[in-house]
C-alpha cells in the first residue's frame, strides 16, 4: 500500500511498486473540487458546505479515484483559510487512518457519487486585484456563517 499525502501528479510507474493500490488525503470533496487548491475554489464558488475532506483511492486521474471516505468540515465567519485547511487536515487525519486500517483488514468499501457534477480547478496564482476580489467576496460569504460556537475552534491550535 502506497499512502501518500500533498503531492503532484503521480506518474504511472508509481503504480507499479504499490500492488495493492495507493490512497491519497484530499482537502477537498471529489469530484465537485478536484485538483489544486480545492478550499480556495469551494470558498470562492460560495460553496462553504462543500468545503471537507477525501481519502480516495488514487487512479490515473487528478483526484478521480474511488472514494473512501469523505466529510465536510464546518467554515466559522471569523476563520482564515490557514484554520480551514487545518480543520480539514485533521479531520482528515483520522479518516486516512480508519481508511488503512479498513484496508488492511480487508474491510475497505468506496463510496460512488455519480449525480455529483465533477471539476477540476487550477492551482492558484493571486495578483493584487484577484486577491481582493477574492477578500470581497470572502467577507460576503462570512457574513452569512455561523460563529464559531463552545468548543468549536475557528482559529489553529497550537500543540500542547
Same mark, same amino acid.
Given at each position: ?12 510507474? +508509481? %503504480? ?6 495507493? @490512497? ?17 475554489? $469551494? ?7 462543500? +468545503?471537507? +475532506? ?17 466529510? $465536510? ?44 457534477? /465533477?471539476?477540476? %480547478?487550477?492551482? @492558484? ?27 468549536? /475552534?475557528? $482559529?489553529?491550535? $497550537?500543540?500542547?
Amino acid at each position: 500500500m502506497l499512502a501518500v499525502c500533498g503531492t503532484s501528479v503521480l506518474k504511472p510507474e +508509481v %503504480f507499479t511498486v504499490a500492488p495493492r493500490g495507493a @490512497i491519497n488525503i484530499h482537502t477537498g470533496i471529489t469530484p465537485e473540487y478536484r485538483s489544486a487548491d480545492p478550499i480556495f475554489w $469551494t470558498l470562492y464558488q460560495g460553496e462553504p458546505e462543500k +468545503v471537507g +475532506v477525501t481519502i480516495h483511492f488514487i487512479d490515473r486521474g487528478i483526484d478521480t479515484g474511488p472514494i473512501i471516505h469523505q466529510q $465536510t468540515v464546518p467554515v466559522y465567519a471569523e476563520d482564515s483559510l490557514a484554520a480551514i485547511y487545518a480543520r480539514c487536515i485533521r479531520r482528515g487525519a483520522d479518516l486516512y487512518s480508519r481508511a488503512l486500517r479498513d484496508i488492511e483488514s480487508g474491510s475497505v468499501r468506496t463510496v460512488a457519487r455519480p449525480d455529483a457534477q /465533477s471539476r477540476a %480547478f487550477r492551482s @492558484i496564482d493571486m495578483g493584487l486585484v484577484q486577491y481582493l476580489v477574492f477578500r470581497w467576496r470572502f467577507r460576503r460569504l462570512a457574513a452569512r456563517l455561523p460563529h464559531a460556537g463552545a468548543g468549536e /475552534s475557528a $482559529t489553529l491550535e $497550537t500543540p500542547r
